[in-house]
């Protein structure tokens, strides 16, 4: 059974940082592409950075330079690291697979406001 199970996110001011976190089970987590994906209110969801399992990187115009994917290949977890946070970045987080896998977490709500 796929688990994904994201945490870290909060409430932070514009310039601040997070670190979100993803646990994953189910799957052959090592060899698999993982990303982050952020969906907010009354948009699409979308993906925002990429890790291969080789550990080339990809992110969206929107926040490179800003924020970095990093994997563990032992704890099985992917991290999203994001700087200088503005409030365009508000959402609710997930991570998946690439291709996507059939279930999604519950994801992590990442507010970034004064």
């Known amino acids: 059974q796929v688990q994904l199970v994201e945490s870290g996110g909060g409430l932070v001011q514009p310039g601040g940082s997070l670190r979100l976190s993803c646990a994953v089970s189910?799957?052959?987590?090592?060899?698999?592409?993982m990303g982050w994906y952020r969906q907010a209110p009354g948009n699409q969801r979308e993906l925002v950075a990429s890790v291969t399992s080789r550990f080339t990187t990809n992110y969206a115009d929107s926040v490179k330079g800003r924020f970095t994917i990093s994997r563990d290949n032992v704890k099985n977890t992917v991290y999203l690291q994001m700087n200088s946070l503005n409030p365009e970045d508000t959402a609710v987080y997930y991570c998946?697979?690439?291709?996507?896998?059939?279930?999604w977490g519950q994801g992590t709500q990442v507010t970034v406001s004064s």
């Open positions: 998946n697979r690439l291709p996507v896998l059939g279930s």
């Open positions: 189910g799957i052959s987590f090592s060899r698999s592409t």
